[in-house]
């Protein structure tokens, strides 16, 4: 069992303990990528926009924050995230006690020694100002909700023919992260090619963003993985 920088839990790499063969609770290959993408995160506080199956909050969880936030529209992936974050509380079950709070579209797990971890279903837009409404500090936010194909597909809500803001609420998002009292969050976005096209260009996030603080240094970062970039916003 090899231990991440949270001093609170144990991430179970390939751990087989509670499930099938084909059942990642937490994928090493995923953390590693991000770590690499997001570099040492110094913030405690860590906000995500698109939980996918959770390897963001894991990643986070590995970096060493004590505070996580995630957002998922998609019903399915909300619920897979539910199941992982059960499952690592199940596998930390001597290592730390956790209270675990569950409503329709929140689940919730605290660790004993000050980890919490939140998870939220609905819409980004709607989800984000009541996340950042419970945040007091400069946090790292990751934001990486938007269209991914079929695999993102709901019907009636989104799909390949939405409008571009509703396939990437980029704008939206930084609109949000504006009316915010804390100023100098760390802010990653991810996939940059889909971000622009839906921004109309790299320049309108930008100017977006230094809205939000014109301190912000704004600059990107290529993504080993595939042929694309994410946008870093920081201050000094």
Not at 7 to 28: A, C, G, H, M, W
Not at 114 to 140: H, K, N, Q
Not at 203 to 227: A, F, G, Q
Request: aromatic share 10%; hydrophobic share 35%.
């Amino acid at each position: 069992m090899k231990k991440g920088k949270s001093s609170t839990i144990n991430l179970p790499y390939d751990t087989r303990e509670f499930f099938p063969p084909e059942y990642e609770i937490v994928s090493k290959r995923d953390i590693l990528i991000r770590n690499n993408l997001w570099g040492e995160i110094k913030e405690k506080t860590f906000v995500e926009t698109g939980t996918f199956f959770g390897h963001g909050v894991t990643a986070a969880i590995w970096n060493g924050c004590t505070d996580i936030h995630s957002i998922e529209i998609n019903p399915y992936y909300f619920t897979q995230a539910c199941f992982r974050l059960m499952a690592l509380a199940m596998y930390n079950r001597d290592r730390a006690t956790s209270e675990i709070y569950n409503e329709e579209s929140f689940f919730s797990v605290v660790f004993g020694g000050g980890l919490r971890v939140s998870l939220y279903r609905g819409d980004t837009v709607d989800i984000l100002p009541v996340v950042l409404s419970r945040v007091s500090e400069p946090a790292f936010l990751w934001l990486d909700a938007h269209w991914s194909g079929d695999a993102t597909l709901i019907e009636g809500v989104l799909d390949e023919n939405s409008p571009p803001e509703v396939k990437c609420p980029i704008i939206k998002e930084l609109s949000i992260i504006k009316k915010h009292a804390i100023k100098n969050h760390t802010i990653a976005i991810d996939d940059y090619r889909q971000v622009c096209e839906s921004a109309g260009s790299f320049d309108n996030i930008k100017k977006e963003i230094l809205k939000i603080n014109s301190e912000y240094s704004v600059r990107t970062k290529d993504k080993p993985s595939d042929d694309d970039k994410i946008i870093i916003a920081e201050t000094n």
